[in-house]
């Protein structure tokens, strides 16, 4: 399918922008981390106080029935986050009640986008945690509220190569 704003061919193919960890702690110098920092590729603690789950945050892409999921981290509350633990493998995580974060990453062209409100929604023992943003006027939130294009999904792709 040619693309109507671009007039160039976008492939469905294209990997999805992800963010490997938190902002705060990607920012952090190599010692800091290493005595500071708990994680693996799905949770992340820091010096103990500070909270944070891999989740995705889906866009609805108007063209197509899939969403674009753009990986991001977010952070929670201590209980909130041993809760989450709790529920890991529970089949039935999904039926519990959402947990409220804050996004902990900035995604690039949307200005700042770390500590946006949002709720975390748990799906299943195999599937990422979703984040919904809070209604805002904020860019990112009206984008996942409306949807965005195939286009710009392109553009959210070529942060990820780029
Ligand atoms: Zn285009």
């Known amino acids: 399918m040619i693309c109507n704003e671009c007039g160039k061919e976008h492939t469905s193919d294209d990997i999805e922008l992800v963010f490997l960890h938190p902002d705060l702690v990607a920012a952090l110098p190599t ?3 290493a005595a500071e920092v708990q994680e693996s590729s799905d949770l992340c603690i820091l010096n103990a106080e500070r909270f944070f789950i891999r989740a995705t945050l889906p866009l609805p892409v108007l063209q197509r029935d899939e969403p674009y999921s753009v990986g991001v981290w977010v952070e929670l509350r201590q209980p909130d986050f041993e809760r989450i633990y709790e529920l890991w493998d529970d089949p039935d995580q999904s039926s519990e009640p ?7 990453n900035a995604i690039p062209t949307l200005g700042d986008t770390n500590g946006l409100h949002a709720q975390l929604r ?3 023992p195999t599937t990422r945690p979703q984040v919904v943003l809070m209604p805002s006027d904020h860019a990112l939130a009206v984008e996942q509220t409306f949807g965005i294009s195939i286009h710009r999904a392109h553009e959210y792709s070529a942060l990820a190569s780029g």
């Open 98 to 104: 959402p947990f409220a974060v804050s996004l902990a």
């Open 122 to 124: 748990l799906t299943g």
């Open 31 to 33: 010692e800091i981390r």
